[in-house]
Nanobody, 116 residues
Framework: QVQLVESGGALVQAGGSLRLSCVAS????????MGWYRQAPGKQRERVAS???????NYADSVKGRFTISRDNAKNTVYLQLNSLKPEDTAVYYC??????????WGQGTQVTVSS
């Protein structure tokens, strides 16, 4: 059974930092890309950052220079370091994993709230 367990969401003041983690288990064929998405109230889910199996990263323009995605392949874990947080970063953050056989998996989300 595939499980993605996210952690690290919290209430933080503007300018603060958080580190999100997502541990994946049960993905039989191995992991290709990993990423983070977010969904704010009343808005569509949007991609925040992704990292492929070679470590190449991609970021949404809105978070470039502030967020950093990384992964630990030995632990099947992806991280998202969030710095210089802004109120507009408030959202539920979801972990996404694409397996080697191109199955798509999602975590249940972790809430990030940034107060002004």
């Amino acid at each position: 059974q595939v499980q993605l367990v996210e952690s690290g969401g919290a209430l933080v003041q503007a300018g603060g930092s958080l580190r999100l983690s997502c541990v994946a288990s049960g993905i039989t064929f191995g992991i290709n890309a990993m990423g983070w998405y977010r969904q704010a109230p009343g808005k569509q889910r949007e991609r925040v950052a992704s990292i492929d199996s070679r470590g190449a990263t991609n970021y949404a323009d809105s978070v470039k220079g502030r967020f950093t995605i990384s992964r630990d392949n030995a632990k099947n874990t992806v991280y998202l370091q969030l710095n210089s947080l802004k109120p507009e970063d408030t959202a539920v953050y979801y972990c996404n994993v694409l397996s080697i056989n191109y199955n798509d998996y999602w975590g249940q989300g972790t809430q990030v709230t940034v107060s002004s």
